[in-house]
């Protein structure tokens, strides 16, 4: 999305480096006092009721709450074992920034549902779940799902036996969280699908609202890297009218000439179907006659 594009290269670097450890520590943090002082656990859940009466800090401390206990087995394995490596990967890949801005709409749209369920509702259901219904478990499958998008030919070990494509396993997921969906609204707790649906919610508009994922591709990085190494970085040559007297610059159309110093909102992107490391401004990546 051109908007997303815009803010990250307005906040460059403003991003939560590390940010999975400290999701992490949260999750210990919120099994460990599920299991010593559930008391103070309660007290820091998503309970829109308690908010407004001025616990405040529940905006904040809800993350640490853990998924219901039938999970908890399976939610624990996925955080040693396939949570982190590929958070961590995924961070590596997007850049810091957009990977805090992932996780933190995930939050958001979560936060928000729990004030329109609170005004649906009456707050009724604050007293029978006490913001139970509310954690990050699927905020932390949008970033499994995110990862089987960004790299789908990957193959892991399932139950470190069976290798299978990320892929195949999204699409797995997917469906076993739509039966889910349903389920709760043919069963009359379509309250319970309302959270579901917008902590995924951050998954549907980075990735299902644009055509433009070819960035994110390991192949096209791969490519842009051995490029860089092969070039040591491009000279821009000035492009008539632009005023760029010249410079090293990371982007350099090989048809134009143009450089992010000429126009800062300036797209580029390699073309894959040239038979070389060739880079292209946007108004020429479709338009150039691709090298052989």
């Known amino acids: 999305m051109k908007f997303i594009d815009k803010l990250e290269r307005k906040f460059r670097g403003r991003g939560i480096e590390n940010l999975t450890i400290y999701i992490i520590v949260s999750y210990v943090l919120g099994y460990a006092l599920m299991i010593l002082n559930p008391g103070l656990l309660s007290m820091l859940s998503l309970n829109v009721s308690k908010i407004l009466q001025g616990q405040i800090w529940r905006l904040v ?63 009724v259901l604050d007293l029978m779940y006490n913001g139970g219904l509310f954690s990050t478990y699927y905020i932390s499958l949008s970033i499994f799902l995110a990862y089987a998008l960004t790299y789908p030919e990957m193959r892991v070990m399932l139950y470190f ?40 919610l951050n998954f549907i508009i980075f990735f299902l609202s644009t055509r433009n994922l070819s960035r994110y591709n390991p192949k096209e990085i791969h490519r842009k890297n051995q490029f860089k190494r092969a070039t040591g970085g491009s000279k821009t040559v000035p492009f008539p009218g632009s005023g760029n007297a010249g410079g090293v610059t990371k982007h350099k159309c090989a048809v134009c000439g143009r450089t992010e110093k000429d126009d800062p909102n300036l797209e580029f992107r390699f073309c894959s179907k040239c038979n070389g490391n060739y880079e292209y401004c946007q108004d020429h990546l479709y338009t150039h006659i691709h090298k052989k």
């Open 61 to 123: 401390t809800w993350v640490i709450y853990p998924p219901s206990s039938s999970s908890t087995l399976w939610f624990v394995i996925a955080i040693l074992f396939f949570y982190y490596p590929i958070s961590a990967s995924l961070e590596r890949t997007w850049g810091s920034f957009r990977f805090t801005l992932y996780i933190l709409s995930g939050m958001v749209f979560t936060i928000i549902s729990a004030f329109i369920l609170y005004f649906m509702t009456g707050g």
């Open 161 to 200: 036996v069976i290798p299978i494509k990320m892929k195949w396993m999204a699409v797995f997921y997917v469906l076993i969280v739509g039966q889910n969906i349903i389920s709760c609204f043919m069963n009359g707790t379509w309250y319970v699908a309302v959270p579901i649906i917008a902590s995924l």
